[in-house]
């Protein structure tokens, strides 16, 4: 699969860097053939040194939070990207990956394995599907609250300032936390459908046949055809969603400010995301550390798009180290928002433990909130050795 960000039980996603299109490579290509040879290549040199470009305008009146902050609440922020990684989900419980004793990776001997990342291969799943169901099953231990993170994300869209929000997590939290199918794009799947995986059939099934199956201890099979059943999540061998490649085009054109919390940026093709964004556009990281950004040497050669928080020619990339809720905290602070966000988690916390009192009343194992927050994870890292192998605590979520 594309190399992945997102991990949890299941949400996987495969090493992607061939199969996502890229609309640059496509106007270059297609620009030779009213060219020459020699000129073409000039030409693209050019696009690719920045030759012969105005030099980026600086829109933040300063590179800090408060920076950040008062561009939001300017006239010139009207579209603001969010792109999620596990770190947003760590603070409701969700495990990670490789917490030394706690996670998942240092607890899957009693799978027996032949190598931990196994249990988020595609191919090991068709073959051997008990190990996943079981750890899904260890995962779901009844209902994971929203984080401060993905109710500020909420408050975005109250504003009506949220374009979209980017998620490699699959633990279906951002629907929980009241964002609609529109504003998301879940782009190393969810647990809230499952499909059946014969060639022929394809049956779609809702997040509760999926979770009776799973605490059964049966082996999902498919009512019409009894073909393996798997959680809409992206394994390893997989391909992103459609809806990613889609959206991806079109939303990058126009946003105003790109938010990056909680990921290490280590996964191809979701870490491409923040050189997408238009070249004034300025890029806040909210992380436990800095991540994304460029390598020294392609840096110096003109060729890299990734973020630049420290040199001397940093012009728009901010980071705040720390929790990402407290960072979100610090900027609702910023803006105003605070005592709002802070009523919204106590409102919407309120409500799923009312529910929750009432599903126990009523003598059933409680219902996830709204879309459901079954095994909250986001996708496995990548295999030891590989590109993504140093992803940060922060985005290691299940992402």
């Known amino acids: 699969m594309a190399e992945r960000d997102a991990a949890g039980a299941g949400g996987i996603e495969a090493e992607r860097g061939s199969d996502s299109p890229d609309s640059d490579s496509d106007s270059e290509n297609g620009g030779a053939s009213g060219e020459s040879e020699m000129d073409f290549l000039r030409n693209l040199l050019s696009r690719t040194l920045g030759l012969g470009r105005k030099k980026p305008e600086k829109v933040l009146d300063e590179l800090t939070l408060d920076g950040v902050s008062r561009f939001m609440q300017s006239e010139k922020c009207r579209n603001v990207v969010c792109i999620v990684g596990a770190g947003i989900s760590t603070s409701a419980g969700i495990p990670d990956f490789r917490s030394p004793g706690t996670g998942l990776y240092a607890n899957l001997q009693s799978y027996n394995l032949p190598y931990p990342e196994a249990i988020f291969e595609i191919n090991y799943f068709k073959q051997h599907p008990e190990p996943f169901f079981a750890l899904a099953r260890e995962l779901y231990p009844g209902q994971f609250k929203p984080t401060v993170c993905h109710y500020f994300i909420r408050l975005l869209k109250e504003k009506g300032l949220l374009l979209r929000c980017y998620t490699q997590n699959i633990d279906t939290l951002e629907r929980v936390a009241g964002l609609g199918q529109e504003d998301?794009?879940?782009?190393?799947?969810?647990?809230?459908?499952?499909?059946?995986?014969?060639?022929?059939?394809?049956k779609q099934y809702t997040l509760d046949w999926m979770k009776e199956k799973i605490f059964s201890t049966?082996?999902?099979?498919?009512?019409?055809?009894?073909?393996?059943?798997?959680?809409?999540?992206?394994?390893?061998?997989?391909?992103?969603?459609?809806?990613?490649?889609?959206?991806?085009?079109?939303d990058f054109q126009k946003v105003d400010l790109l938010i990056i919390m909680g990921t290490s940026l280590q996964v191809q093709p979701f870490a491409s995301l923040v050189s997408r964004v238009p070249t004034n556009t300025p890029r806040l990281l909210i992380n436990k550390e800095k991540t994304g950004q460029s390598d020294p040497f392609m840096s110096l050669m003109g060729l890299s798009t990734g973020m630049d928080f420290d040199s001397e020619k940093a012009y728009r990339d901010v980071a705040w180290l720390g929790e990402c809720d407290e960072g979100c905290t610090a900027l609702a602070d910023l803006l105003g928002w605070k005592n709002e966000l802070e009523e919204l988690v106590k409102k919407e916390h309120s409500a799923i433990d009312a529910k929750s009192g009432q599903a126990g009343e009523a003598g059933a194992s409680p219902s996830p909130p709204r879309a459901g927050a079954t095994a909250s994870l986001s996708t496995p890292p990548a295999k030891p050795g590989s590109s993504t192998q140093k992803e940060s605590d922060a985005g290691s979520k299940v992402e």
């Open 218 to 250: 049966v082996t999902p099979k498919c009512d019409k055809c009894q073909s393996l059943v798997k959680p809409d999540i992206v394994f390893f061998g997989e391909s992103l969603p459609p809806r990613f490649f889609t959206l991806m085009q079109s």
């Open 184 to 202: 998301l794009v879940e782009a190393h799947g969810t647990f809230f459908t499952s499909h059946c995986l014969g060639s022929s059939c394809k």
